[in-house]
């Protein structure tokens, strides 16, 4: 999965559970990171993990085969 991928996947979590970036930044997260991380930037992981956890979505490591 690419970034691109992984940045639409996380937008369309967050809007099916009618969140909003507003409530992502009222949650303590840099409004500049939630746009960041929404459009396939660059990010720290701390950061994406962060949003995640806001928006309510289990991040899951798997050894490639």
Not at 1 to 23: A, C, D, F
Not at 32 to 58: H, P, Q, W
């Amino acid at each position: 999965m690419t970034i691109e991928e992984l940045s639409k996947q996380v937008r369309k979590i967050r809007e099916e559970k009618g969140l909003t970036q507003y409530n992502i930044w009222k949650q303590g997260m840099n409004f500049g990171t939630v746009i960041a991380i929404e459009s396939g930037k660059n990010v720290n992981l701390n950061n994406f993990l962060k949003y995640c956890e806001i928006v309510g979505i289990d991040v899951t490591l798997e050894e490639k085969e």
